[in-house]
């Protein structure tokens, strides 16, 4: 089985611009959630998304939005980028109903905000 | 959701017997206790998963005491590959629950 894919790894972008960062969810899962993880610091929940609609949310600004697809991949999408929302972005996916048997996690995109 | 408390860091030589404990005082009657491990630049894996007593599975052993207000990840004679950050959550795993990581502990393994 081919586990949660990421993309792009890395990406540098200007202050004020938009960005999205992309998911594939792990074959057979149906739920993919989205965590910041700034330096030296552990995940932060930003959403998760069911049934291509968000179903619960961290402490993240209207800035910060996403998208499920019906083949259960999913964009993360960033509004007016700060500084501060320079990070390392986590995609996760799961099978609702099976989260006894942990989240899969991608990679990442490593995102600098200049 | 319950916060956990974890030590900022550890030291262990290969060979031993390596155990992170994990406090969660406020853990909930639904909440499972969850550890997961993660590299520099990757993204956390899963490690073990445990509800009550005591959890065994081919890489960890997840030790709960009777009132569940902490937990003991055990990592049985660690090399230096087991040099990672360790996550303890807590939550309930089956109500699309939103994982509190915390700063997790670093766990450095010498030769």
């Known amino acids: 089985e081919t586990g949660v894919t990421q993309s792009p790894t890395h990406l540098i972008k200007t202050r004020g611009q938009q960005v999205t960062l992309r998911c594939s969810s792990q074959s057979g899962h149906n739920t993919v959630s989205w965590y910041q993880q700034a330096l030296g610091q552990g995940p932060q929940f930003i959403f998760q998304y069911y049934r291509e609609e968000e179903n619960g949310r961290g402490n993240f600004p209207p800035r910060f939005s996403g998208l499920q697809f019906p083949n259960y991949s999913s964009e993360l999408n960033v509004n007016a980028l700060e500084l501060d929302d320079s990070a390392l972005y986590l995609c996760a996916s799961s099978l609702l109903g099976q989260e006894n048997y942990g989240y899969t996690f991608g990679s990442g995109t490593r995102l600098t905000v200049v | 959701l319950a916060k956990t408390t974890q030590p900022i860091s550890m030291d262990s030589y290969e060979g031993q017997e390596v155990n992170i404990t994990c406090s969660h005082n406020?853990?909930?009657?639904?909440?499972?206790i969850t550890w997961y491990q993660q590299f520099p630049s990757q993204g956390p894996r899963f490690i073990i998963q445990g509800y009550k007593t005591k959890v065994t599975n081919e890489v960890a052993s997840l030790f709960i005491p009777a009132d569940r207000k902490s937990s003991t990840l055990s990592l049985p004679r660690v090399s230096l590959s087991d040099t990672a950050v360790y996550y303890c959550?807590?939550?309930?795993?089956?109500?699309?629950?939103?994982?509190?990581f915390g700063s997790g502990t670093k766990l450095n393994v010498k030769p």
């Open positions: 959550l807590v939550g309930d795993v089956y109500n699309f629950n939103k994982f509190y």
């Open positions: 406020n853990i909930a009657t639904n909440d499972y």
